[in-house]
């Protein structure tokens, strides 16, 4: 199956850093509909690596190719119509919550698909909130699930997903990573979700990718890497993310 979305030896230094690379020698493939979870300890460069897959940051050396075209042949704007990331840190433009939904249309100039809005506004677990409502005042979890909604509004071929449900209750969580499933079979739309949560990774994911030590170490089944990880560091990774609660329940 060609490839939706091709990284090749992506590399990307610090400032601070400039004699150690974040990570470097990132190869790795991403065809449509595949769910990934992207898994490493903090500050491996998991949030980098995905603001570099939407253009907004630049590696040092490697490349990236959605469609076998090289991210320097596409206009930044139609390569994030089809790779959409949606960060932590939610960020809600000026305006009412019905604006934030409206950003996507008005961007990109597709119909705003208000009913669709409204559904998905639904399952997320947002169907009271009033779409007048400064989307300002709302709270991070509710932001960060407006911030979801905006982006499935853009039907994008790859969601690039960091820790979406961060801020969520176990409830809430639940019906994102619901929605995200029923979506992605649906829409047939990858993703690439980091989370700290093993079994949240079990859950939502056929493909993890565990980065280590500044590189791609693993990238295999969901199954596969829970109950036979190919590398130490895997192996005392996931005993440690368990041992503070993160247990993947496969
Ligand atoms: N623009 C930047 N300038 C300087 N340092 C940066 C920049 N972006 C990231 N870093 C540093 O790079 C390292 C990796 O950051 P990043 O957020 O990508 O890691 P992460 O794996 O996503 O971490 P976490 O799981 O904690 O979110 C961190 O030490 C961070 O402080």
Same mark, same amino acid.
């Given at each position: 199956?060609?490839? /939706? ?8 230094? *610090? ?6 690379? /974040? ?58 119509? #089809?790779?959409?990331?949606?960060? #932590? ?26 009913? *669709?809005?409204?559904? /998905? ?16 005042? *709302? ?8 911030? /979801? ?83 130490? #560091? ?17």
């Amino acid at each position: 199956m060609t490839a /939706l979305f091709t990284l090749e030896r992506l590399t990307k230094y *610090l400032p601070e850093q400039p004699e150690q690379p /974040l990570f470097s020698g990132i190869t790795a493939q991403i065809t449509a509909g595949e769910r990934i979870t992207l898994l490493g300890a903090s500050g491996q460069g998991k949030s980098t690596l995905m603001r570099i897959m939407s253009l907004l940051e630049t590696s040092d050396s490697g490349s990236i190719a959605l469609d076998g075209k090289p991210s320097s042949a596409w206009q930044a704007k139609d390569w994030r119509k #089809q790779v959409c990331y949606v960060a #932590q840190q939610a960020v809600m433009l000026p305006g009412s919550v019905e604006a934030n939904l409206r950003t996507v249309s008005n961007l990109h100039s597709i119909p705003f698909e208000k009913e *669709l809005a409204a559904q /998905l506004m639904e399952a997320v677990g947002l169907s009271r909130i009033d779409w007048t409502r400064p989307a300002g005042d *709302l709270s991070g979890g509710e932001k960060q699930r407006v911030a /979801l909604v905006r982006a499935l509004l853009l039907h994008p071929r790859l969601l690039l997903l960091d820790e979406v449900t961060a801020s969520l209750d176990p409830g809430s969580k639940q019906e994102v990573e619901r929605l995200l499933l029923s979506w992605s079979e649906r829409e047939h739309t990858a993703y690439l979700w980091v989370t700290h949560d093993l079994a949240q990774a079990a859950e939502v994911s056929d493909t993890v990718w565990f980065m280590a030590e500044g590189r791609l170490l693993e990238t295999s089944g969901t199954a596969d890497f829970f109950s036979e990880p190919s590398t130490d #560091q895997a192996r005392s990774f996931i005993h440690r993310e368990s041992a503070q609660g993160g247990v993947a329940d496969e």
